[in-house]
């Protein structure tokens, strides 16, 4: 078992660490013997187009983020709160966008925008269509979490006089917030890096997907292995910095009651 799990890492890891070793070489096509160089990522840095794509990126994996996570968590809410007989068809409606893939979304969002609500190809599309797999995975997230919340705890607030509006901020949230964190992280890093669904809804505004596909009409460049190697650092980032969180117990996902 050790020996396969050893297997499963290198299968999965091998490639991003040689993206990482190229982008320092000076001779991509057989970077061997190495010879470093920091040349592809100064080229990079310069390129004005790849500063454009990544401020679009992030607006559009934090808007989409901040949508999904809403979304999500009004409906996770909803239906552990307020049961109902329509729960399962409710939860298979939420979940539904993890089963079809991301062309289609792409594809049947630019129709239904542009045919049904005159949106055109914008960044509002874009972060419209991207928070329909965002919900979905923020739903799951959220759901795994809060199914073990004490609801208790809010009716004893409202019992106190409490509104819904402030026993949501002051109990429910302090509460459930680290899920929601977990949500957004997810959602905002499934956008940024998204080609398919973007690509479909954004028009003529580029992202840091769009450029380093349209790039490799020209061949594999240094800046683009450079740019490989910052992406795949930035998402390892996040969740090194997710581990050290609940190793620490600064942050407790989910809510673990008696």
């Known amino acids: 078992m050790a020996g396969l799990l050893n297997l499963l890492y290198v299968f ?35 390129n004005s187009l790849y500063a454009d794509a990544l401020a679009n990126s992030l607006i559009l994996g934090v808007g989409s983020g901040i949508i999904s996570t809403a979304i ?7 239906i552990l709160r307020y049961p109902s007989k329509r729960r399962t068809l409710i939860i298979v409606i939420f979940l539904s966008p993890l089963f079809v893939a991301e062309l289609l979304i792409g594809i049947s969002s630019l129709a239904f925008n542009s045919r049904i609500l005159g949106l055109p190809g914008n960044m509002f599309s874009a972060i419209a269509a991207n928070a329909v797999e965002g919900i979905a995975f923020s739903f799951l997230i959220i759901l795994s979490q809060l199914v073990r919340y004490d609801w208790q705890m809010d009716e004893a607030a409202m019992v106190f006089g409490a ?11 302090p509460t459930i917030w ?3 964190l977990g949500a957004f992280l997810i959602s905002f890093i499934l956008a940024f890096n998204n080609l ?15 450029v380093a596909w349209g790039s490799l009409r020209f061949g594999l460049g240094p800046e683009l292995f450079a740019l490989a190697a910052l992406t795949n650092g930035f ?20 809510y673990r009651g008696k």
Not at 163 to 173: D, G, N, Y
């Open 196 to 210: 398919e669904i973007s690509f479909y809804n954004l028009g003529a505004i580029p992202t840091l997907p769009s």
């Open 235 to 254: 998402v390892f980032l996040i969740f090194a910095v997710m581990y050290v969180l609940m190793r620490t117990g600064l942050v407790k996902f989910g």
């Open 72 to 78: 999500a968590t009004a409906g996770v809410i909803g």
């Open 178 to 180: 680290p899920s929601l």
């Open 12 to 46: 999965l890891y091998a490639p991003i660490l040689y993206v990482v070793f190229v982008s320092f070489s000076e001779d991509i096509v057989w970077p061997f013997p190495l010879s470093l160089t920091s040349q592809a990522y100064a080229d990079l840095f310069s």
């Open 163 to 173: 509104r819904p509006a402030r026993c949501f901020w002051e109990v429910t949230l």
